[in-house]
């Protein structure tokens, strides 16, 4: 009797280590499932980081995508023919400062196990203009980067006058010539009367009215009235004023960029924006305008997670 129930026992004690021993390999096998289905989402997440990583340096050096930061798309497909995939990019924009641009890309598509890894690209956008004291260098890369499509003027010793809401521009021989005639037309009328003066219509006449957005950057810039501008006008402390029209004060209204070397002249309105290279006892009358091509997008961060 006592046999039966000591074979009894250990065949109990068996069968519960037979389980443990089932239940420890199951456990095993679960874990090591586990564990490979992890490490295949790991592996997965790498590629996808790896992925985004990729287009983002694509991304960053194709002017389209810089182009569309400074619009008011909100969202774009764009190809990437290096990596043969295309990527659909959110725009979004934070207080007109910080403009991101966010993708996610998923590796393998369509899969179970896929991983999503998602890439946020910010950007600062900022103005040529935001310092308006500035140096030399800046001045002569305003004048590169604003005037690719404007016409210089190239007069050394340019005149600068106004007639019935037109500028006109002439060098100073021509005027002093157009000048000496009118005296010479006018000698009985102009003895002994200093405060004759001729009207700016007779200088018209040889004279090339100033239409289109030009450079206006001589070795003397010489004014008879007050006039208006467009485009770059440039004062190295040359501007002169000359009382043959007028004895009032002569003021320049410059639709487009003010630079001034070395200048402290108080004769400017601007709608547009300037640049000084020395600290100004009294600033330009300005009316900020934004400028063509002013603003530059600059790359603050990218950041995968």
Not at 115 to 129: E, H, L, R, T
Not at 261 to 269: G, K, L, M, R
């Amino acid at each position: 009797m006592m046999k039966n129930k000591s074979k009894a026992y250990i065949s109990i004690y068996a069968l519960s280590m037979f389980l443990v021993l089932v239940l420890a390999i199951s456990f095993l096998i679960i874990l090591n499932q586990n564990k490979r289905i992890e490490n295949r989402y790991y592996e997965n997440k790498i590629h996808a980081r790896t992925w985004a990583y990729s287009i983002s340096s694509f991304l960053v050096t194709d002017k389209d995508f810089i182009d569309t930061l400074n619009s008011k798309t909100t969202y774009r497909v764009f190809q990437i023919p290096q990596l043969n995939r295309s990527v659909r990019v959110n725009f979004t924009r934070y207080d007109n400062k910080i403009y991101r641009a966010n993708y996610n890309i998923e590796y393998p598509k369509n899969d179970k196990y896929s991983s999503m890894a998602n890439c946020k690209i910010d950007y600062v956008k900022k103005s040529f203009f935001d310092h308006n004291v500035v140096d030399r260098k800046k001045i002569d890369e305003a004048i590169e980067r604003f005037g690719k499509d404007k016409s210089k003027i190239n007069i050394d010793e340019l005149v600068l006058f106004s007639f019935d809401k037109k500028t006109y521009f002439n060098s100073l021989e021509n005027i002093n010539q157009i000048y000496k005639k009118w005296q010479e037309e006018n000698a009985d009328k102009i003895s002994g009367r200093a405060d004759l003066k001729p009207s700016p219509d007779i200088f018209v006449s040889g004279s090339t009215e100033l239409k289109d957005s030009a450079i206006i950057d001589s070795k003397k810039i010489i004014l008879l009235n007050d006039v208006d501008t467009r485009g770059i006008f440039v004062d190295r402390d040359n501007i002169y004023k000359l009382d043959i029209i007028s004895d009032e004060a002569k003021r320049v209204r410059v639709n487009g960029i003010l630079l001034m070397i070395d200048s402290d002249n108080e004769i400017y309105d601007v709608t547009g924006n300037y640049l000084t290279t020395k600290e100004l006892s009294k600033s330009p009358n300005l009316k900020k305008n934004d400028i063509k091509g002013e603003y530059d997008f600059v790359l603050k961060s990218v950041r995968i997670i």
